[in-house]
């Protein structure tokens, strides 16, 4: 089973940037893909990006399109979310996660089956 860790998060102003790694302690085949989620208190996990190993079906939710950019190094095991320009409504525990969604799924939750612990983003106004 595949085991995810998140790093990378932190508290900073609107307007900043913030680079998430999550690091795989195996890389699936190129089919799997490795998502990133976050969730507020009181909301529901919410599709932020996704990839796949191989680089394709790369998906960015239209909430962050523009700002966030959703990158891999295979070499190193690691998909990196680069967020700039935040803003206060981006803050929750972000969450990367793996599993093996058809490209028109990859936004969904249960699609994905190991996650990692989460990382904590909050951005002050």
């Known amino acids: 089973q595949v085991q995810l860790v998140e790093s990378g998060g932190g508290l900073v102003q609107a307007g900043g940037s913030l680079r998430l790694s999550c690091v795989a302690s195996?890389?699936?085949?190129?089919?799997?893909?490795v998502g990133w989620f976050r969730q507020s208190p009181g909301k529901e996990r919410e599709f932020v990006a996704a990839t796949r190993w191989s680089g394709g079906g790369t998906s960015i939710a239209d909430s962050v399109k523009g700002r966030f950019t959703i990158s891999r190094d295979n070499a190193k095991n690691t998909v990196y979310l680069q967020m700039n320009d935040l803003k206060p409504e981006d803050t929750g525990t972000y969450y990367c996660?793996?599993?093996?969604?058809?490209?028109?799924?990859?936004?969904?939750?249960?699609?994905?089956?190991?996650w990692g612990q989460g990382t904590q983003v909050t951005v002050s106004s």
């Open positions: 195996q890389r699936a085949g190129g089919t799997y893909s």
């Open positions: 996660a793996s599993g093996r969604p058809i490209i028109t799924a990859n936004h969904l939750p249960s699609m994905y089956n190991n």
